[in-house]
C-alpha cells in the first residue's frame, strides 16, 4: 500500500509539472488517504503483535 501511495504522489509530481492542476491534485489526495491507511494498518498490526506477547520489532 505504501508503494501506491508512491507512485500516486510521483504522479501528482510529474502532473504538478505539466501543469494540470486538476489531475495533480486529485493524485495528491489519493496519495495522502492511502498513506494514512497504511499508518493506521501500521499501528493496528503492532498493537495486535505486541497484545499477542510477540516482539514488536
Not at 494540470?20 to 488517504?33: K, M, N, P, R, T
Request: glycine share 10%; net charge positive.
Amino acid at each position: 500500500m505504501l508503494g501506491w501511495a508512491l507512485v500516486f504522489f510521483v504522479l501528482a509530481l510529474a502532473a504538478a509539472a505539466f501543469g494540470f492542476g486538476g489531475l495533480a491534485g486529485a493524485a495528491a489526495s489519493i496519495a495522502q488517504i492511502l498513506f494514512v491507511i497504511f499508518l493506521a494498518l501500521t499501528i493496528v498490526a503492532f498493537v495486535v503483535r505486541a497484545a499477542q506477547g510477540r516482539s514488536v520489532l
